[in-house]
């Protein structure tokens, strides 16, 4: 699977390991009750991309879970990072993308951009003007309602308005964090 087919998660590990986290992805969505996961790797150190038929939003909760119970069944993906929709990996698009996307934060509530971004040359401040500039609520960046995360790999955006908790860490969920 290639980032421009679309994908519905991230997943990041340790630099060398990819294609084993690609397989552990598939097994803990399995576990989870996804029939026909899929996973792969990118070509960029550390990063898998994937589609579920689960929520991934759930997913994370799933993941924690797993993790409280037997804190080493997640050896190799160290962040679960659900996508919410794919578009091209320019401002202009994932600006648009945000648009349709905006419904989810109400009037009065608060929202951060964070942009991570991988073997693309477009300044990151571009890709978080033109999120900001599409969402128009309050801006806080110490504790926002919502996070608008915009993962950019190569040429593909994906993009998620989530609330704080909905990325996975399995270094924080084995802390109890």
Same mark, same amino acid.
């Given at each position: 699977?290639?980032?421009? !087919?679309?994908?519905?998660?991230?997943?990041?590990?340790?630099?060398?390991?990819?294609?084993?986290?690609?397989?552990?992805?598939?097994?803990?969505?399995? +576990?989870?009750? !996804?029939? #026909?996961?899929?996973? $792969?790797?990118?070509?960029?150190?550390?990063? %898998?991309?994937?589609?579920? &038929?689960? *929520?991934?939003?759930?997913?994370?909760?799933?993941?924690?879970?797993?993790? !409280?119970?037997?804190? =080493?069944?997640? /050896?190799?993906?160290? /962040?679960?990072?659900?996508?919410?929709?794919?578009?091209?990996?320019?401002?202009?698009?994932?600006?648009?993308?945000?648009?349709?996307? $905006?419904? +989810? %934060?109400?009037?009065?509530? &608060? @929202?951060?951009?964070?942009?991570? +971004?991988?073997?693309?040359?477009?300044?990151?401040?571009?890709?978080?003007? &033109?999120?900001?500039?599409?969402?128009?609520?309050?801006? *806080?960046?110490?504790?926002? *309602? =919502?996070?608008?995360?915009?993962?950019?790999?190569? *040429?593909?955006?994906?993009?998620?308005?989530?609330?704080? &908790?909905?990325? @996975?860490? $399995?270094? +924080?969920?084995?802390? #109890?964090?």
């Amino acid at each position: 699977m290639e980032p421009q !087919d679309g994908f519905n998660f991230i997943a990041t590990t340790f630099k060398g390991l990819e294609r084993e986290a690609a397989s552990e992805c598939i097994s803990l969505l399995r +576990k989870l009750g !996804d029939v #026909g996961p899929v996973a $792969s790797t990118t070509g960029v150190t550390g990063l %898998v991309v994937g589609r579920t &038929s689960l *929520d991934p939003v759930e997913v994370v909760h799933g993941l924690k879970a797993m993790v !409280d119970e037997e804190p =080493w069944s997640v /050896r190799l993906v160290l /962040r679960f990072i659900p996508v919410e929709a794919t578009t091209a990996a320019t401002p202009e698009a994932v600006g648009e993308k945000v648009m349709s996307m $905006s419904a +989810k %934060v109400a009037q009065g509530e &608060s @929202f951060r951009v964070t942009v991570e +971004k991988r073997h693309n040359e477009t300044p990151s401040m571009k890709f978080v003007e &033109s999120a900001a500039g599409a969402l128009r609520r309050k801006v *806080d960046l110490e504790a926002p *309602d =919502w996070v608008v995360l915009v993962e950019v790999i190569r *040429d593909v955006a994906g993009v998620s308005i989530l609330k704080p &908790s909905s990325v @996975f860490s $399995s270094v +924080k969920a084995k802390r #109890g964090e």
